[in-house]
């Protein structure tokens, strides 16, 4: 059973960068104003983030690592809504079978902090009170150690901290109110750093710089009929880079599209010279029963009902800002 869990979990947790996602999304839920981030060889060694959010009672870190086990469902629409994403109660179960997980946390209500071992689903010894802030530490060591094939095919470190940098960067973009810090084990200067309660416009410029920043425009669309709403931060035709930069975020969690990328390609040709690529933002908000549930959580591309309709007119509503200002 142990085996079958390993390969699983392998497949919910490919590298790091799928790891944090997780964390990071449980930090934003638990409430978090700050989420401060940090990795050792691209996290493969060491991945820990550490949140001021709600923490987790002591009563729930015995089981809170064990598979299907969310605080999260409270009715069947809750359900519904929420396998929109396919799995919950998963991550950090799945992170417990490839890894060694240390969980510190503290509630509002307890005078101390906990701290927890985790492997295989099950605490390795009953939690013990330590001193801490409000909030919970997520310590992942050694992610792998213990399926050598996913181990040697993530050989190159620097590359898994660009995965990990480019998370981080993607969600302080889009939960600009939350603090953000990564930093590389051992360096004291961060890679990424933002305040809590910014903004997104002033996220983008810290993170991607003036050049992207002084080209934004902004296009909000609501959507009766497909019932969709769109918020989007995208550059005008006086941007370009060599390869398209896109942050798409789908009921506030970063997912990929390759029919809405294609759109923009297909777009911002008509405004820009070949091979010039613009820099995108783009937030939808979808009734979540109309997105497909059917797609396996690890496959990060999201299909969702009527995509063909509700594309169009978010190319329609993109199209007709960058006309008024282009040329
Ligand atoms: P899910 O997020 O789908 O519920 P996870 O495996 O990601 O499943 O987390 C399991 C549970 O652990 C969560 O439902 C939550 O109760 C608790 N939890 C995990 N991370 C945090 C955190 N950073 N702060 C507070 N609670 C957390
Ligand atoms: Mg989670």
Known sequence: ??????????????????????????????????????????????????DN???????????????????????????????????????????????????????ADEKCAY????????????????????GTTILIENLFYNVATRRKALSNPSEEFNKISDVVTKYAIHNSTVGFTLKKHGEVTPQVRTQHNSTKMNNIRILYGNPVFRELLEVELTDDTYKFKM?????????????????????????????????????????????????????????PQNVDVNVHPTKHEVKFLHENSVIERMKLALDEKLSGNSG
């Not at 506030?252 to 820009?272: A, H, P, Q």
């Open 231 to 287: 918020h989007a931060l995208i550059t005008n035709p006086n941007y370009t880079n060599k390869k398209m930069i896109f942050l798409l975020f789908i009921n506030n969690r970063l997912v990929e599209s390759s029919s809405i990328r294609k759109m923009l390609e297909e777009l911002y040709t008509f405004y820009l010279p070949k091979k010039s690529y613009p820099w995108c933002y783009i937030s939808l908000e979808i009734n």
């Open 53 to 107: 959010g709600t923490g987790i009672r002591k009563e729930d870190m015995e089981i809170v690592c064990e598979r299907f086990t969310t605080s999260k469902l409270q009715t069947f629409e809750d359900l519904q809504a929420i396998t929109t994403f396919g799995f919950r109660g998963e991550a950090l179960a799945s992170i417990s079978h490839v890894s060694l997980l240390t969980i510190t946390t503290k509630t």
């Open 1 to 50: 059973e142990v085996v079958v869990n390993r390969i699983a979990a392998g497949e919910v947790i490919q590298r790091p960068a799928n790891a944090l996602k997780e964390l990071i999304e449980n930090s934003l839920d638990a409430k978090a104003t700050n989420i401060q981030i940090v990795a050792k060889e691209g996290g493969l060694k060491l991945l820990q983030i550490q």
């Open 115 to 134: 701290k927890a071992s985790y492997v295989d689903s099950k605490l390795k010894a009953p939690p013990k009170s330590c001193a801490g802030n409000q």
